[in-house]
């Protein structure tokens, strides 16, 4: 069969960057080391005045198709994910599209376009709808465009505000991938939940400590669905196990108890036991809090091991880089976590060829998925051609009267504008509003 998956990757921040410890804390009130070491976020991605959703889209996916020489001739899809979007019609593709044919030759008048939702998993959902349409044939030799893009901002004051960001990620899917390919097995844990959401209003209402709980349930859900359809897997199976970041913290807590699913009944519950004991069994406790209470003081026992910390340096530390610089990207998270993973390889010079990434997304509402992908051949020369550290070192770092006026410029509730606090070059921006309410956009060289 042939392998179907992430032929290449790009990304694009927001143009600003808010400091967490040294801006927003003394504003807050709060500990710096609240952001660095609770949250585990340095600074964030903010949009500039000009920026939106779409910018940062066309940007990426510019980036990538000049980079792999293609025209719009070559693709066949273009399907954006985003919990951002400002039309309940017209899909945010046909604005990329729109950019896109401002700077290339064709267009995309035969490209299937739409906009993906369901939280941060819509990115994922985008990956595989446009991985069943070349699985199904349908696609006439051409590839897919997916863009996960969003400004994950939050109401001033709600405690989100720490864990704000914005940025793009762009993703070419075709056959014979040159980054990663797809496991044709997935695993789902989905249920309706009230944690997370934003019934049409711009920013979510959210409840974040329930949040936390529900990502790890409907983790823990997909991660057994996985293993009912693939088999039993082993942490040592994975080189790297890019997940959703909401924030790094949220990671570290999820990786444990993954970890303590993973080594069920495995060599290494036996090594590990000599130390801390086996895992507790449900069939050993008279009632469910016994149970819990055994269980919680296993994993504190299990994350202090010298072996599972030693698993987390080295399939889950190496995820978080980006994301500690930028936030969340919601949909564009888990994509920014594998991009990381690989970033971290290159630099290492660690040969990850045929290696296997153990995938975890997430989407409030809530949803879960897990599935894994296969590095391919060319993935050095792929991960090499990102300007990841580029873009970042170019935000502008903005002070707290900047952030406050620019978080009001983005609120579409406040009438305000403000001046531009970086000078846009070769890039997509925001021109205005069109007779209709659109909203337009001009390249700028
Ligand atoms: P909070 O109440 O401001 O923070 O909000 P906290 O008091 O819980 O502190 C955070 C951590 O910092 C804690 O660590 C503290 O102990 C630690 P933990 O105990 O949890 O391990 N801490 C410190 N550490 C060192 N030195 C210090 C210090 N002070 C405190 N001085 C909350 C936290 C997550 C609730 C908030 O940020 C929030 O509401 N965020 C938004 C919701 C969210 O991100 N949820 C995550 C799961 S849901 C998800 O991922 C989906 C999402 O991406 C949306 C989508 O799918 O579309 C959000």
Redesign the pocket.
């Known amino acids: 069969m042939t392998e179907v998956g992430i032929d290449a990757i790009e990304i694009r921040t927001g143009n600003l960057r808010l400091d967490l410890p040294n801006t927003f804390a003394p504003q807050k009130g ?10 585990g976020l340095t600074g964030s991605s903010f949009p500039d005045s000009y920026e939106d959703i779409v910018t940062m889209a066309a940007n990426a996916a510019h980036r990538l198709m000049e980079r792999k020489g293609l025209e719009p001739e070559d693709i066949g899809r273009i399907d954006v994910a985003t ?1 951002s979007a400002f039309d309940n019609s017209k899909p945010v593709s046909t604005y990329v599209a729109g950019c896109l044919e401002q700077v290339f030759e064709g267009d995309f008048h035969h490209a299937n376009k739409g906009e993906r939702k ?4 819509a990115g994922t959902q985008s990956l595989d709808d446009a991985y069943n349409w070349i699985r199904a044939g349908r696609n006439r030799g051409r590839a897919a465009i997916v863009i996960a893009t ?1 400004t ?1 901002l ?1 109401a001033r004051d ?6 704000q960001g914005a940025g793009a990620v762009a993703m070419l899917i075709d056959e014979e991938p040159d980054l990663v390919s797809l496991s044709l097995e997935q695993g789902y844990g989905s249920a309706d939940e009230t ?2 959401l934003k019934p049409n209003q711009q920013f ?1 209402s ?4 329930r ?2 709980q ?2 790890l349930a409907r983790m823990r859900e997909a991660l057994e669905d996985y293993k009912s359809v693939a088999g039993d897997i082993h942490p040592d199976d994975f080189a790297y196990g890019p997940f ?4 790094p ?2 990671v ?2 999820a990786a444990v108890l993954a970890y303590r699913n993973l080594i069920r009944d495995t060599d290494i519950e036996d090594v590990i036991g000599e130390q801390i004991g086996e895992q507790p069994r449900r069939d050993e406790f008279a009632d469910d809090d016994a149970f819990v209470d055994a269980l919680t003081d296993y994993t504190d026992a299990l994350s202090e091991t010298e072996r599972y910390q030693h698993w987390y340096s080295a399939t889950i530390e190496p995820t978080l880089g980006i994301a500690r610089e930028v936030g ?1 990207w ?2 564009a ?1 888990v994509h920014l976590a594998r991009i990381s993973a690989l970033r971290h390889a290159a630099e290492n010079d660690i040969d990850l060829a045929g290696d296997r990434l153990l995938v975890g997304s ?5 949803q879960a998925e897990i599935h894994t992908e296969t590095v391919q051949d060319n993935w050095r020369e792929e991960i090499e051609a990102l300007n990841v550290d580029e873009q970042l070192d170019r935000r502008y770092d903005l002070t707290f009267a900047e952030y406050e006026d620019v978080h009001d410029a983005h609120n579409h509730d406040m009438d305000t504008e403000t001046e531009e606090l970086t000078t846009p070059e070769s890039e997509f921006v925001f021109d205005g509003w069109g007779r209709m309410g659109e909203r337009k956009y001009r390249y700028v060289e």
């Open positions: 709060e500990d710096p080391e609240k952001y660095t070491k609770g949250l919990e369901f939280a941060c998993i969003d994950a939050y709600d405690p989100g505000e720490a864990t944690d997370f979510p959210v409840d974040g400590k949040s936390v529900v990502y959703h970041t909401p924030f913290g949220m570290r807590k969340n919601y949909t998270s997430y989407g409030s509402g809530a």
